[in-house]
């Protein structure tokens, strides 16, 4: 690492946290957990450590997301986890303390925002900016953001789907639901319990929704044999699931993110609607890449949809081209304290 580490973007997920330092591109992407022991409150380890930790601890050993639905939950353990992720990033002889710049979701509230800045400037930034991830992601997918066109933008992660209008920089309209991959991973186990009685974990959920899922039902499906526990007998055991199965599964899910997409649309002004109608809309953030989201949006809205490319890292991109180039972004970036 460099002594000179000066600026450092921080995608603060519900999910993972992806760290972004200028002129080197992204860091890391490790998961957003923090382990907790119970019995003296101490924060046994962070990230990736962390995360295999879940679902297979003692019960002395807590391993928890402090981010809830994109917004912080747990504030001392946010801090713990900014400090590890700086701390990381900069190296442990780094001269300067840097900037960092921290995505949040377009619906968070004056109260939260200043809770992710405090917990910035406490675990070593010089400077904390925070900015709407939906900002951040047009910039990162290299949406013109600038223009007095208006370009859709739906960034659907962990925790919350943020759907946002933009034009001249600015949000014109927005919603954020607090429905998005981690939802669909509980509908997932929710229709396996039900389904075949069978109990599984989080991981294997999030699995069966990237091999298997899709958002649309497919005439060649997957299929796939998961393991778990079952309920009635207590034993472990194997079932076969297909793709059409997960559709109708997560199909609650799905609707209301589609729904908070029309609800954007409903609320855009005629002119930029045309816009979004040439333009179409742009999809960014991990779970955007479920199979076929694009094609379930256009059936529903009629307006197309596409991928931006290196969808899961657009936001992250976006926080390391806005410190580049601050004073552009200046208008659209809540400042420091």
Known sequence: MSLFVKKLGIDLGTANTLVFLPGKGIIMNEPSVVAV?????????????????????????????????????????????????????????????????????????????????????????RNAYVVKEPILAAIGAGVPIHESRGHMIVDIGGGTTDVAVISLGGIVACTSVKCAGNKIDAAITDYIKKTFNLGIGDKTAENIKIQIGSAVALDEEFTMTIKGRDFIQGLPRTADVSTNEIVRAIDKELRQMIKAIKDVLQETPPELAADIIDAGITMTGGSSQLRGFPELVFRKTGVKAHLAEDALYCVVKGTGIALEHLDTYKKTIISKR
């Open 37 to 125: 022991s119970e019995l003296d409150n101490r924060i046994l380890a962070i990230g990736n450590d962390a995360k295999d930790m879940v679902g297979r601890t003692p019960e002395s050993i807590i391993a928890y997301r402090p981010m809830k639905d994109g917004v912080i939950a747990d504030y001392r353990v946010t801090e713990a986890m900014l400090r590890y992720f700086i701390g990381k990033a900069t190296g442990k002889w780094n001269l300067w303390k840097p900037d960092v710049m921290i995505s949040v979701p377009a619906g968070v509230t004056s109260t939260e925002r200043r809770a992710v800045v405090e917990a910035a400037l406490k675990a070593g930034a």
